[in-house]
């Protein structure tokens, strides 16, 4: 299947300063990304789906000026944490979308581990 | 290399049983779950194993065995909802997530 990469793969930082992570889609086009959150054994929390060259679209209770979200290519996009808290400590994850005619599959990527001090 | 290995796609009758097996190889094992998500929308947490054995949750039960790098989910008393994708994913030992490409379950009346 098609690759999903995502860097860094984790992260430790102080409270108050800002954390970017980048998924890229590897050997495919992909039509939009989503970023998600991960909370211990829970379900992972779908924080906003971007397509390429336009705004992001961002779930309810997600603040849009705390995660800012990039997809300036077709093979990237990134999420930038600004002005990070504890609270923030998750796993985030990408995932793409291959939308080709009837080809609609979504690939995930490993994580990146957030931990913020 | 890292890999999880489950069908690409599987049929079955409503009102019947259901297995979908996960095989994986990964460097370490912190934990496995399994997700079902539908077309279009996010995945939703059905189970999460660490200890070898057996977890029911109502109609849905999971199983791992960490020595056997196998994990599966079956699932009883089909309904036409439960139709949808299934994804086995792997925490490794760096807490990394190892996704499976996915099981398509298609269940027929």
């Known amino acids: 299947g098609a690759v999903v990469s995502q860097h860094p793969s984790w992260v430790i930082c102080k409270s108050g300063t800002s954390v970017k992570i980048e998924c890229r889609s590897l050997?495919?086009?992909?039509?939009?990304m989503f970023w998600y959150r991960q909370f211990p054994k829970q379900s992972l929390m779908l924080m906003a789906t971007s397509n390429e060259g336009s705004k992001a679209t961002y779930e309810q209770g997600v603040e849009k000026d705390k995660f800012l979200i990039n997809h300036a290519s077709l093979t990237l996009s990134t999420l930038t944490v600004t002005s990070a808290h504890p609270e923030d400590s998750s796993f985030y994850i990408c995932?793409?979308?291959?939308?080709?005619?009837?080809?609609?599959?979504?690939?995930f990527g490993p994580g990146t581990r957030l931990t913020v001090l | 290399g890292q890999n999880i290995d489950q069908p690409t796609e599987m049929t079955a009758t409503e009102g019947a049983i259901v297995q979908i097996n996960c095989t994986y190889q990964t460097s370490g094992f912190n934990g496995l779950f399994w997700y079902q998500q539908h077309a279009g929308e996010a995945p939703t947490f059905l189970s999460y194993n660490v200890l070898d054995g057996l977890e029911e949750k109502g109609r849905f039960s999971s199983f791992l065995s960490r020595s056997k790098g196998y994990s599966y989910l079956l699932l009883k008393e089909l309904q036409m909802k439960d139709s949808a994708s299934y994804l086995c994913a792997v925490i490794d030992s760096n807490y990394q997530l190892i996704w499976g490409a996915g099981t398509k379950l298609i269940i027929k009346p």
């Open positions: 995932s793409a979308r291959v939308l080709a005619g009837d080809f609609n599959e979504q690939f």
């Open positions: 050997d495919f086009q992909a039509t939009t």
